[in-house]
């Protein structure tokens, strides 16, 4: 089988090209719903080689293939590895035209690719690709407003879900990244002891994000609070004094949790200026938050990013849906008339990077989506994209089972319709402001894009189709229209 298409990226050719030359490329462009994990990325376009983890052992491996490199124009990776050499026979050609639309600098790319695998299989992965690439150009020309120089950032939980996102696309962006890692560090990490971190952790940095902290999901006994309590409030005010005491880090942003609110404010809109609420998780955004205080009398700048579900097929509730629909069990709880309020995860990457550059942003941030939605709006729409029933009601037993009464009432069935007012003033775009959207690209039932083989910079600019409709190349920012 074979496949070749092409879809019109909004930045000039030689921004693209170089946002694939970048590391973070590879990671940015992988599918989450399949089962590839990048290991190393080349360094040469020309003659380098990727390497991704399979399952079972096996590894791909992709190598850049010297005949086919024009620089700045085309390059070729050919799949080396035995079996999968054999069973794929593989052959990707990446090239990038420059192009006008309307008038303005634009890149067509176009996928070639030469193998035994089905086509079916293909086109969920380079609809996804197409949209990435797209999606982070548009984003990158946005940073761009307000910072087009490199800088440096420690992000600690830099190996969680949130942390390796943002590092790849930090690294695409150009901007160096630091990890704080617990362990023994490698190349491009530094040790930090959340207890004790070293005088000198943040030398050199402009930025520190800080993301890390034992993961919610669990029951909450006494010993799993404590061990949520303890990695969040603490930690966090030692690394503030370092911020606070830096000549060169002026800007510090912290996760937080849409948690602050409480669990059950039902109707309620909740933006930035809304009242904390009660519970352990209230108290602990409270706490975590209040921890930053340091850096803020210093007269840094802080941000905390009150974050809400994140949508993403890596890991976290999507997958864990994904597979009771998929079996079967998918189902609203209760009576399904609970507000749920989530993020994508590139949106969220995008929200940390726009805190980054952005100096007028500061203290909390609601890093949500701006279409909240009920939990039986939520399931209806798991269910039509797996083309799975949702019949059966969940009762609320379910997840006092896994997570005890209190975890649950405070996380999985939470009652919150928040909003992010502040970023909705500035004019923030998101990638996904439907929930529809966010889960066809994280789990793959996205459609190929297909670049018109006509005059393109004289095609007029159509207008935007409603929220629900299909995205198409040219509603992207970049050609006139948002």
Same mark, same amino acid.
């Given at each position: ?36 994990? @990048?290991? !190393? ?6 003659? %380098?080689?990727?390497?991704? &983890? $399979?399952? =079972?052992? #096996? ?90 120089? @490199?800088? !440096? ?6 190996? %969680?879900?949130?942390?390796? &996102? $943002?590092? =790849?696309? #930090? ?312």
């Amino acid at each position: 089988m074979s496949l070749n298409t092409s879809h019109i990226v909004p930045a000039r050719r030689e921004e693209v090209w170089a946002w694939h030359s970048r590391p973070g490329a590879v990671a940015r462009l992988n599918p989450p719903f399949y089962p590839f994990t @990048p290991i !190393t990325q080349t360094t040469d376009l020309a003659k %380098g080689t990727t390497v991704f &983890a $399979l399952p =079972a052992g #096996l590894k791909w491996e992709a190598r850049h293939d010297l005949s086919g490199y024009v620089k700045g124009f085309r390059f070729t990776d050919v799949c080396v590895s035995a079996p999968i050499r054999a069973l794929a026979t593989w052959r990707h050609s990446h090239s990038f035209m420059s192009i006008e639309v309307n008038g303005v600098p634009a890149t067509k790319v176009t996928d070639e690719v030469h193998t035994r695998l089905p086509q079916s299989s293909l086109a969920p992965m380079f609809a996804y690709r197409q949209q990435q690439l797209i999606h982070d150009m548009s984003a990158m020309q946005r940073f761009q407003q307000f910072s087009d120089h @490199p800088f !440096t950032v420690a992000i600690t939980g830099s190996r %969680g879900l949130v942390g390796r &996102a $943002l590092a =790849a696309q #930090l690294t695409t962006l150009g901007h160096k990244v630091i990890q704080l890692v617990r362990t023994t560090p490698k190349k491009r990490q530094r040790r930090w002891d959340p207890q004790s971190p070293a005088a000198d952790l943040l030398a050199g940095v402009d930025v520190l994000v800080h993301l890390a902290g034992e993961p919610i999901m669990g029951r909450f006994t006494d010993a799993h609070k404590q061990a949520l309590w303890d990695s969040r409030v603490g930690p966090t005010a030692k690394l503030a004094e370092l911020v606070a005491k830096s000549p060169q880090c002026d800007t510090m942003i912290s996760a937080s949790a849409i948690g602050v609110y409480s669990f059950n404010r039902g109707d309620e809109i909740l933006t930035e200026s809304s009242e904390a609420g009660e519970g352990f998780l209230a108290e602990l955004s409270q706490a975590w938050e209040a921890d930053c205080e340091a850096a803020v009398s210093a007269g840094k700048r802080v941000v905390n990013l009150r974050t809400g579900v994140v949508m993403s097929g890596r890991g976290g509730m999507l997958p864990l849906l994904r597979t009771l629909f998929s079996t079967g069990l998918g189902g609203q709880f209760h009576d399904g008339t609970a507000w749920f309020s989530w993020i994508a995860l590139d949106d969220l990457t995008d929200i940390i990077i726009t805190a980054a550059v952005d100096s007028s942003l500061s203290g909390p941030i609601n890093a949500v989506s701006p279409n909240p939605i009920h939990n039986s709006e939520m399931v209806r729409t798991l269910g039509k994209q797996l083309h799975r029933p949702a019949r059966f009601p969940i009762p609320n037993l379910g997840p006092r089972i896994l997570l005890g009464s209190q975890g649950a009432e405070e996380f999985v069935l939470a009652d919150q319709r928040v909003l992010p007012a502040t970023l909705l003033k500035r004019g923030h775009v998101f990638r996904y402001r439907q929930f529809a959207a966010a889960v066809a690209h994280e789990l793959g039932y996205e459609q190929l894009f297909d670049a018109p083989e006509v005059d393109i910079a004289a095609m007029p600019l159509p207008e935007v189709e409603s929220e629900s409709a299909p995205s198409r190349w040219w509603r992207f920012p970049g050609f006139g229209r948002d």
